[in-house]
């Protein structure tokens, strides 16, 4: 079946360094991911989405990688400061079906230290 | 500020109590949606409504009955809840009809259900 997966609950990183939170997917067919950021007491906000034609795509301080032969999508943050600590899911598309809809990993938790 | 405003933010109620959750988009957007969000869990979708019709119902229990009015409202109605229903509720709106693309998220409802 289809499944959005992250390989870590939590990634602790101290402030500075670069963050990277990694996504697996199961669904082939999927063409369309984003990236999304939930800190507490809010919903989840859009950071970044890819199209399958592309493998990488990069936005202010975050770039997506995405490797359609092993199925993983990374998020990977410049410079993480407190203000990126929250929860990160990933969710795939696969447009092309009838009712596309998006289909969300369970969330990696970024813990960023001072 | 997402331009999707969700009320109340919390909500009491107990087993035999009736109860709305309302949804609003400032978006101009023509798809709505539901999602439930428990604890370790990914976000699970509920419903999801494309020019005020309903499109998907994720297999939800009756106790469950969402309504939309027009493409900028979206409630879910609920009555004799379990305790396990106590969760985050979120709504959703985008622009594309098939549920394709980024999707914009309000900053949930925290339903306890004693």
């Known amino acids: 079946g289809e499944s959005v997966g992250l390989h870590l609950p939590t990634l602790s990183v101290q402030e500075g360094d670069n963050s990277i939170i990694n996504c697996a997917y199961s669904?082939?067919?999927?063409?369309?991911f984003i990236w999304y950021k939930q800190e507490s007491g809010k919903g989840p906000q859009f950071i970044i989405d890819?199209?399958?034609?592309?493998d990488k795509r990069q936005g202010q301080r975050v770039t997506v990688l995405l490797n359609k032969t092993v199925k993983h999508l990374s998020l990977q943050i410049a410079a993480t400061q407190p203000g990126d600590s929250a929860v990160y899911f990933c969710?795939?598309?696969?447009?092309?079906?009838?009712?596309?809809?998006?289909?969300f990993g369970q969330g990696t938790t970024l813990q960023v230290k001072p | 500020e997402t331009g999707v405003t969700q009320t109340p933010r919390h909500l009491v109620m107990g087993m035999t109590n009736k109860k709305s959750l309302k949804c609003e988009q400032h978006l101009g957007h023509n798809a709505m949606y539901w999602y439930k969000q428990s604890a370790k869990k990914p976000l699970e979708l509920m419903f999801v409504?494309?020019?005020?019709?309903?499109?998907e119902n994720n297999s939800v229990p009756s106790r469950f009955s969402p309504e939309c009015p027009n493409s900028s409202h979206l409630f879910l109605h609920l009555h004799t809840l379990q305790p396990e229903d106590s969760a985050l509720y979120l709504c959703?709106?985008?622009?594309?009809?098939?549920?394709?693309?980024?999707?914009?998220f309000g900053a949930g409802t925290r339903l306890s259900v004693l």
């Open positions: 409504y494309n020019f005020k019709e309903q499109t």
């Open positions: 959703a709106s985008s622009p594309a009809r098939d549920g394709a693309g980024i999707q914009y």
């Open positions: 890819i199209r399958s034609n592309m």
């Open positions: 669904n082939s067919a999927s063409d369309y």
């Open positions: 969710a795939e598309n696969m447009s092309s079906g009838n009712t596309g809809k998006l289909i």
